[in-house]
């Protein structure tokens, strides 16, 4: 039997012809403004995310009032899940959670019964175990918002209304900041005071044009809920918050306690804001116990309801200062707050505000508030005028209005066709009782007209006046202080200057001074052996490997390391490890690749230069202070393979004055040292011109000395004709001379 093939079937609706990376770019744009306006980026007038304002929403919604009981938290994040934000529950009530949590909150918003974490970093009990009602600060923000202060949107579903904003009674966003990562840009607003930022809006009422500066003379900086002590510089801080980027220093806030006998304690009783206390004494912990922290003795948790963590010092004769500064360093105990206030305005465009615009912003909406609560009860009040209206008319006319509602078969249009009243008049007439008929509730009506009609005419002359309106905004704003209260609005953050302590300088001052060998090998394993090593023969090393560098140093000195791709490492002599085995791999110490060699190792000596040279004939001089960097990446210091970095002296004990310079093609040139730049970084200048090759080799020479070199088999030659090679820096030379050693090196490697 034949079988036929049917034909394809036509292509469906769904199926769009265009290019992949047109679909890909259009959806991942739509994601990306998705997760910024609907996620990660707050508003600037309430400062609140959509998942913060839908949980404030479905507990007033709940009628979860501060006079009202606390209900369980799984209730207020089923409804807020449910009715408003289509997300799982954890991201619901971990929201929730920090919004109760009075560490992470200047002004929280949700009073939370039950385990909602500590400071340590322990997580919230599960939702089903804990319960929450709202604040007073929460009901500042949603206060008017059924007197159509603020618009409203269809949620999810369309089966009912949730608020785009709240109506905010205080700046919010800066009272407890935000922190969030979107797509591209990200958000990290610091809290605040409250009532510094009051008063700061209270001076932008009076003077619009306040410069930043005149605003911080309320808003002195950040207000974290854990306090601390802030080190950052006015100047910096005024920059910040003209720019709305920058940084906030900001430390643990500590006191010195006497023990008796010249031996103290340190208490450290507010840490820096984020910052988990648990892993503070971890860390502090490991400083010690790696021997990073030389003045620090030991660490205690000795916390209850507050905090305090007990430092002991190494030794009495540790100043408190000093060991504070050196930690400050070392550890979270002091930590820099990133300050981009990035926030979405109220047109829900994206966009960095300075101190003076958030503020603005604020205001603007606070005004519109005003206007729409207005224009709310002035509608409410003209509704009731109207009725009140249609009850005097009956009053005045009772016994008629007696006989149609008796004998009339329709006395509702009767009522309005003989007294030309509305619909709603005439239901008002019909559904008064008739004990309301008295002439008490006559002269009861015609006071609430009077009273009303008072209140209507204020409203109007209030919707008609600029400055009116701002006046009322001012005044709900010292409304809103005063009910926030002393406690709340009393400033926890102090300032103060850090001290200028050399810490290193008292860190080295407790390392015994004692002579040392740094043994570097060829594969990079590197230690310390105490003492001078007098015959380096007698050293060991693994299978395979052999001496590289042997440096004599001591335990308070530095070793600069020069890698081949221009960067320098440094490491503290006096933690190197011990000699009694093969030492450790170098590349453990710092972030060294496996495919980068080392040029030279030696010891920092205070005021002393190097003249630091590349392959290519590019080199400049580089104080060797320039070259220091405790940091595992190093720091780069020459753009280009590195060759040499040559000493030559220090301004008191004398410096070399020329460079001889050698090419691979074997021409030699000597030039003085002063055309060389001085320079931190960078490339350099050309040292010498080649048209094929590159440089071989440097050295720098005092001019009485002479040039010397040392061939293969050590022997040193001094050449007193160095002369007839001297010319200007960057051009090409001449041919070495007889006897030059083979090697093109002024020394052997």
Request: proline fraction near 5%; charge should be negative; charged fraction near 30%.
């Given at each position: 039997m034949a079988t036929t093939t049917a034909p394809p079937p036509p292509p469906g609706d769904r199926i769009i012809d265009e290019p992949l990376t047109e679909a890909l770019s259009r959806r991942y744009l739509a994601y990306a403004l998705s997760v910024i306006t609907d996620r990660a980026l707050p508003d600037v007038r309430d400062g609140l995310k959509p998942v913060q304002r839908r949980v404030l929403y479905a507990m007033r919604e709940m009628r979860l009032n501060p006079e009202n009981a606390a209900r369980k938290c799984a209730k207020v994040v089923g409804e807020v899940m449910g009715g408003y934000h289509p997300h799982g529950d954890q991201s619901i009530y971990d929201t929730l959670v920090r919004m109760a949590q009075a560490?992470?909150?200047?002004?929280?918003?949700?009073?939370?019964?039950?385990?909602?974490?500590?400071?340590?970093?322990?997580?919230?009990?599960?939702?089903?175990?804990?319960?929450?009602?709202?604040?007073?600060?929460?009901?500042?923000?949603?206060?008017?918002?059924?007197?159509?202060?603020?618009?409203?949107?269809?949620?999810?579903?369309?089966?009912?209304?949730?608020?785009?904003?709240?109506?905010?009674?205080?700046?919010?966003?800066?009272?407890?900041?935000?922190?969030?990562?979107?797509?591209?840009?990200?958000?990290?607003?610091?809290?605040?005071?409250?009532?510094?930022?009051?008063?700061?809006?209270?001076?932008?009422?009076?003077?619009?044009?306040?410069?930043?500066?005149?605003?911080?003379?309320?808003?002195?900086?950040?207000?974290?809920?854990?306090?601390?002590?802030?080190?950052?510089?006015?100047?910096?801080?005024?920059?910040?918050?003209?720019?709305?980027?920058g940084g906030v220093r900001v430390r643990a806030r500590w006191t010195r306690e006497d023990l008796g006998k010249g031996t103290y304690q340190i208490v450290v009783t507010e840490v820096p804001y984020q910052v988990k206390k648990a892993d503070l004494v971890e860390q502090l912990a490991l400083l010690i116990e790696n021997k990073k922290a030389p003045l620090l003795g030991d660490v205690r948790d000795e916390s209850a309801e507050d905090v305090r963590l007990v430092l002991e010092p190494k030794s009495r004769n540790v100043e408190a200062e000093v060991l504070m500064e050196s930690l400050f360093k070392l550890s979270d105990l002091e930590t820099r707050f990133s300050v981009n206030l990035n926030v979405l305005d109220a047109r829900g465009t994206p966009g960095v505000m300075s101190l003076k615009q958030a503020l603005r912003a604020f205001l603007d909406h606070r005004r519109e508030v005003l206007v729409r609560r207005a224009q709310h009860r002035l509608g409410k009040i003209e509704a009731r005028l109207h009725i009140l209206d249609g009850l005097m008319i009956a009053y005045l006319n009772l016994d008629e209005v007696i006989r149609i509602v008796r004998y009339e078969e329709e006395p509702k249009a009767k009522l309005i066709e003989t007294f030309a009243l509305s619909d709603l008049q005439a239901d008002a007439i019909l559904n008064t009782r008739l004990r309301q008929l008295a002439r008490l509730e006559e002269m009861e009506i015609r006071r609430e007209h009077a009273e009303l009609s008072e209140e209507r005419d204020g409203i109007v002359g209030l919707l008609g006046s600029d400055r009116r309106q701002w006046r009322l905004v001012g005044e709900g704003l010292r409304h809103t202080k005063d009910q926030l209260g002393a406690a709340l609005n009393a400033r926890r953050s102090a300032f103060a200057d850090a001290p200028q302590?050399?810490?290193?300088?008292?860190?080295?001052?407790?390392?015994?001074?004692?002579?040392?060998?740094?043994?570097?090998?060829?594969?990079?394993?590197?230690?310390?052996?105490?003492?001078?090593?007098?015959?380096?023969?007698?050293?060991?090393?693994?299978?395979?490997?052999?001496?590289?560098?042997?440096?004599?140093?001591?335990?308070?000195?530095?070793?600069?390391?020069?890698?081949?791709?221009?960067?320098?490492?440094?490491?503290?002599?006096?933690?190197?490890?011990?000699?009694?085995?093969?030492?450790?791999?170098?590349?453990?110490?710092?972030?060294?690749?496996?495919?980068?060699?080392?040029?030279?190792?030696?010891?920092?000596?205070?005021?002393?230069?190097?003249?630091?040279?590349?392959?290519?004939?590019?080199?400049?001089?580089?104080?060797?202070?320039?070259?220091?960097?405790?940091?595992?990446?190093?720091?780069?210091?020459?753009?280009?393979?590195?060759?040499?970095?040559?000493?030559?002296g220090t301004k008191e004990v004398g410096e070399s004055d020329h460079l001889a310079v050698i090419g691979d093609n074997g021409k030699l040139l000597v030039f003085p040292l002063d055309e060389l730049p001085e320079m931190p970084r960078g490339k350099g200048v050309k040292l010498q011109s080649y048209r094929e090759g590159a440089l071989r080799d440097a050295t720098a020479f005092r001019a009485e000395a002479g040039l010397a070199t040392v061939d293969a088999s050590?022997?040193?030659?001094?050449?007193?004709?160095?002369?007839?090679?001297?010319?200007?820096?960057?051009?090409?030379?001449?041919?070495?001379?007889?006897?030059?050693?083979?090697?093109?090196r002024f020394r052997p490697r």
């Amino acid at each position: 039997m034949a079988t036929t093939t049917a034909p394809p079937p036509p292509p469906g609706d769904r199926i769009i012809d265009e290019p992949l990376t047109e679909a890909l770019s259009r959806r991942y744009l739509a994601y990306a403004l998705s997760v910024i306006t609907d996620r990660a980026l707050p508003d600037v007038r309430d400062g609140l995310k959509p998942v913060q304002r839908r949980v404030l929403y479905a507990m007033r919604e709940m009628r979860l009032n501060p006079e009202n009981a606390a209900r369980k938290c799984a209730k207020v994040v089923g409804e807020v899940m449910g009715g408003y934000h289509p997300h799982g529950d954890q991201s619901i009530y971990d929201t929730l959670v920090r919004m109760a949590q009075a560490f992470a909150q200047r002004y929280p918003l949700v009073d939370g019964q039950g385990n909602f974490g500590n400071i340590d970093g322990d997580n919230a009990a599960a939702m089903r175990y804990t319960e929450a009602k709202l604040t007073t600060a929460a009901m500042l923000l949603l206060d008017g918002i059924e007197e159509d202060a603020v618009d409203f949107k269809p949620t999810y579903d369309g089966s009912d209304d949730e608020p785009v904003v709240l109506p905010a009674g205080f700046p919010n966003l800066l009272a407890n900041g935000s922190t969030g990562i979107a797509v591209g840009m990200a958000t990290s607003i610091p809290p605040h005071n409250a009532a510094e930022l009051i008063d700061a809006c209270l001076l932008l009422l009076e003077n619009r044009d306040a410069s930043t500066e005149e605003l911080m003379a309320h808003v002195q900086g950040p207000d974290f809920p854990t306090g601390g002590v802030i080190v950052e510089p006015r100047a910096s801080l005024l920059d910040t918050y003209e720019t709305g980027r920058g940084g906030v220093r900001v430390r643990a806030r500590w006191t010195r306690e006497d023990l008796g006998k010249g031996t103290y304690q340190i208490v450290v009783t507010e840490v820096p804001y984020q910052v988990k206390k648990a892993d503070l004494v971890e860390q502090l912990a490991l400083l010690i116990e790696n021997k990073k922290a030389p003045l620090l003795g030991d660490v205690r948790d000795e916390s209850a309801e507050d905090v305090r963590l007990v430092l002991e010092p190494k030794s009495r004769n540790v100043e408190a200062e000093v060991l504070m500064e050196s930690l400050f360093k070392l550890s979270d105990l002091e930590t820099r707050f990133s300050v981009n206030l990035n926030v979405l305005d109220a047109r829900g465009t994206p966009g960095v505000m300075s101190l003076k615009q958030a503020l603005r912003a604020f205001l603007d909406h606070r005004r519109e508030v005003l206007v729409r609560r207005a224009q709310h009860r002035l509608g409410k009040i003209e509704a009731r005028l109207h009725i009140l209206d249609g009850l005097m008319i009956a009053y005045l006319n009772l016994d008629e209005v007696i006989r149609i509602v008796r004998y009339e078969e329709e006395p509702k249009a009767k009522l309005i066709e003989t007294f030309a009243l509305s619909d709603l008049q005439a239901d008002a007439i019909l559904n008064t009782r008739l004990r309301q008929l008295a002439r008490l509730e006559e002269m009861e009506i015609r006071r609430e007209h009077a009273e009303l009609s008072e209140e209507r005419d204020g409203i109007v002359g209030l919707l008609g006046s600029d400055r009116r309106q701002w006046r009322l905004v001012g005044e709900g704003l010292r409304h809103t202080k005063d009910q926030l209260g002393a406690a709340l609005n009393a400033r926890r953050s102090a300032f103060a200057d850090a001290p200028q302590i050399d810490t290193e300088a008292a860190l080295e001052a407790m390392i015994v001074r004692e002579p040392i060998t740094v043994i570097l090998s060829d594969r990079g394993w590197i230690r310390a052996a105490k003492g001078r090593v007098e015959d380096p023969s007698e050293l060991k090393f693994k299978e395979g490997d052999k001496l590289a560098f042997l440096v004599p140093a001591e335990t308070t000195d530095k070793l600069l390391i020069f890698a081949s791709d221009g960067r320098f490492f440094t490491l503290a002599c006096d933690k190197l490890p011990g000699a009694r085995g093969h030492g450790e791999p170098l590349r453990l110490m710092i972030d060294l690749d496996d495919r980068v060699g080392l040029v030279d190792v030696f010891v920092h000596r205070p005021g002393a230069r190097r003249v630091i040279a590349s392959k290519e004939g590019y080199g400049f001089i580089l104080p060797e202070a320039e070259a220091i960097a405790f940091r595992r990446a190093g720091k780069q210091v020459l753009n280009g393979a590195a060759l040499v970095a040559l000493p030559i002296g220090t301004k008191e004990v004398g410096e070399s004055d020329h460079l001889a310079v050698i090419g691979d093609n074997g021409k030699l040139l000597v030039f003085p040292l002063d055309e060389l730049p001085e320079m931190p970084r960078g490339k350099g200048v050309k040292l010498q011109s080649y048209r094929e090759g590159a440089l071989r080799d440097a050295t720098a020479f005092r001019a009485e000395a002479g040039l010397a070199t040392v061939d293969a088999s050590g022997r040193t030659r001094i050449w007193d004709d160095w002369r007839d090679w001297l010319g200007r820096r960057s051009s090409a030379g001449k041919l070495a001379p007889k006897g030059f050693p083979a090697s093109k090196r002024f020394r052997p490697r």
